[in-house]
Nanobody
Framework: QVQLVESGGSLVQPGGSLRLSCTASASLFSYNRLGWYRQAPGKLREWVTFTERGSTTIYADSVKGRFTISMDNARNTMYLQMNSLNPEDTAVYYC??????????WGQGTQVTVSS
């Protein structure tokens, strides 16, 4: 059973930074697509960023230039570095992985709250 476990969510002031982690129970090389999504209160879940093997990384316009996805293959962990946070970034953040058979795996979510 593949598992994704997120951590790093917290309360942060506007303008601050956070780094989220998502550790997989299998090698990151097992997946064709890795990414982050978020869901704000009362809103639909939306994609934030994803990267596909052998392709470029895509960011939503709302986070471009502020968020960065990265991988540590030795630790089976992907990260989301979030800078210049604002209250509109408040949401539950989820990591997602998809393998070559298009099977998708989600983490349990981690809460990010941006508030003074």
């Amino acid at each position: 059973q593949v598992q994704l476990v997120e951590s790093g969510g917290s309360l942060v002031q506007p303008g601050g930074s956070l780094r989220l982690s998502c550790t997989a129970s299998a090698s990151l090389f097992s997946y064709n697509r890795l990414g982050w999504y978020r869901q704000a209160p009362g809103k639909l879940r939306e994609w934030v960023t994803f990267t596909e093997r052998g392709s470029t990384t895509i960011y939503a316009d709302s986070v471009k230039g502020r968020f960065t996805i990265s991988m540590d293959n030795a630790r089976n962990t992907m990260y989301l570095q979030m800078n210049s946070l604002n209250p509109e970034d408040t949401a539950v953040y989820y990591c997602k992985a998809k393998n070559e058979w298009n099977t998708e795996y989600w983490g349990q979510g981690t809460q990010v709250t941006v508030s003074s």
